[in-house]
Nanobody, 121 residues
Framework: QVQPVESGGGLVQPGGSLRLSCTNF????????ISWYRQAPGKQRELVAS???????NYVDSVKDRFTIYRDNAWNTVYLQMNGLKPEDTAVYYC???????????????WGQGTQVTVSS
């Protein structure tokens, strides 16, 4: 059964780093696009980064040069390395899987439960 599970969230000071992990994709890992979304309080969920099975990546402009999405095929895990964190990065971060590169949430078939990231001094 496919049920993505995120980990690695927490409280960090501005300028700090965190690495989020998402695993438990089962047989779809080598086929699907894996993305990280985030949702801040009172805001709509936002696509942060995506990675294809071949390693092609996309990022929202606000995290380019700070966040890196990558995958470890041996461990069926996708990571989001977040550096230079800012208070505005505070959100619940979700990983999700879709059969194609897309910004449409409706095409993401599998979602994790989310992990909280809080950036505060």
């Amino acid at each position: 059964q496919v049920q993505p599970v995120e980990s690695g969230g927490g409280l960090v000071q501005p300028g700090g780093s965190l690495r989020l992990s998402c695993t438990n994709f089962g047989s779809i890992f080598s086929i699907y696009i894996i993305s990280w979304y985030r949702q801040a309080p009172g805001k709509q969920r936002e696509l942060v980064a995506s990675i294809s099975k071949g390693g092609t990546t996309n990022y929202v402009d606000s995290v380019k040069d700070r966040f890196t999405i990558y995958r470890d095929n041996a461990w069926n895990t996708v990571y989001l390395q977040m550096n230079g964190l800012k208070p505005e990065d505070t959100a619940v971060y979700y990983c999700a899987a879709a059969p194609v590169f897309t910004t449409s949430e409706s095409l993401y078939r599998y979602w994790g439960q989310g992990t909280q990231v809080t950036v505060s001094s």
